[in-house]
């Protein structure tokens, strides 16, 4: 499975919880780059300037920490992406790894929705240090400010959820990711979302969609 869709779209709030249902893991490439960034590694390193900017990291380290993550022995009974591909390079390159190791096609989701919702979304968005749990202090608030209702881990915001970050990143999805959605479309493999709707009618949504494409696999 892969979550296709603009910053704030919902990906990850999707994700997990999908992954979550159906017992595989989340692989979100953002978490990945800022747990190296957060541990100053050489990746973190490399990556760290260009995420603060709002641009893409090269492919060329994604795809390695990608292939390195679906080798691990938890991925063996499929997973979910989030915020990978992002590129028709990651694209491809995805579709020969699956192949190499058996998995099956990938389905795509791809959360649609109008960029002047996202500002607030990003904006208002906190996430747990500790589970990766994910908030937004104007519509989806915890219970208390600050703090996750699931672990009590704290609540934090990302460094690219700033106003002057936000319209470099809605470029590059643009300029970059957006592409993958006719990608994907005429290889019939995508099916389109309405994201601007509630949390919980997008996640009946997605799961629909996922049952059906399971039912016909
Ligand atoms: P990444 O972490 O992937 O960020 P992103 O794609 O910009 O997406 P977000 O995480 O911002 O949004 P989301 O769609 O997951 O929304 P969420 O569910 O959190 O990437 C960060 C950076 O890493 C990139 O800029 C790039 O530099 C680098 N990177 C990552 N992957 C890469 C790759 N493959 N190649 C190259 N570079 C890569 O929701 C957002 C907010 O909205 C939350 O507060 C949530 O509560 C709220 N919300 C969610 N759904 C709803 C809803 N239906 N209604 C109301 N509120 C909602």
Redesign the pocket.
């Known amino acids: 499975m892969i979550f296709l ?1 603009p ?7 999707q994700a997990i919880e999908l992954a979550r249902k159906y017992g595989v893991p989340h692989l ?4 990945m ?1 800022r747990e190296h960034v957060c541990k100053g590694t050489p990746l973190g390193a490399k990556a760290k300037p ?2 603060e900017r ?4 090269p492919d060329s380290l ?1 795809l390695q920490m990608i292939r390195e993550r679906i080798e691990r022995p938890d991925c063996s009974h499929g997973f979910v992406f ?5 590129t028709v390079a ?1 694209a491809k390159y995805l579709g020969e790894l699956l192949k190499q190791h058996g998995y099956k096609r990938p389905f795509v989701i791809h959360l649609v929705i109008d960029t002047t919702i996202l500002l607030r ?2 904006t ?2 906190r996430t747990c240090k500790v589970g990766g749990e ?3 202090i104007y ?2 608030p915890p219970k208390v400010e600050g703090i996750c209702d699931k672990d009590g881990g704290e609540l934090v915001q990302r460094p ?1 959820d700033r106003e002057e970050v936000i319209g470099p ?1 809605l470029q ?1 999805y643009e300029k970059q990711t957006a592409p993958l959605a006719e990608y994907y479309g005429r290889l019939g493999l995508l099916r389109s979302i309405d ?1 601007a ?3 919980e009618e ?1 996640g009946r949504q997605v799961l629909q969609s996922v049952q059906s494409v399971r039912g016909a696999r």
């Not at 979100?28 to 978490?31: K, M, R």
Request: hydrophobic share 35%; glycine share 18%.
């Open positions: 869709g910053p704030g779209a919902g990906k990850g709030t979100s490439t953002g978490d780059l260009i995420m709002g641009d893409l990291v994604v989030d915020g990978f591909p992002r990651q979304r990003l208002g968005r994910i908030y937004n519509d989806r690219d990143r590059a994201a709707k509630s949390v997008v």
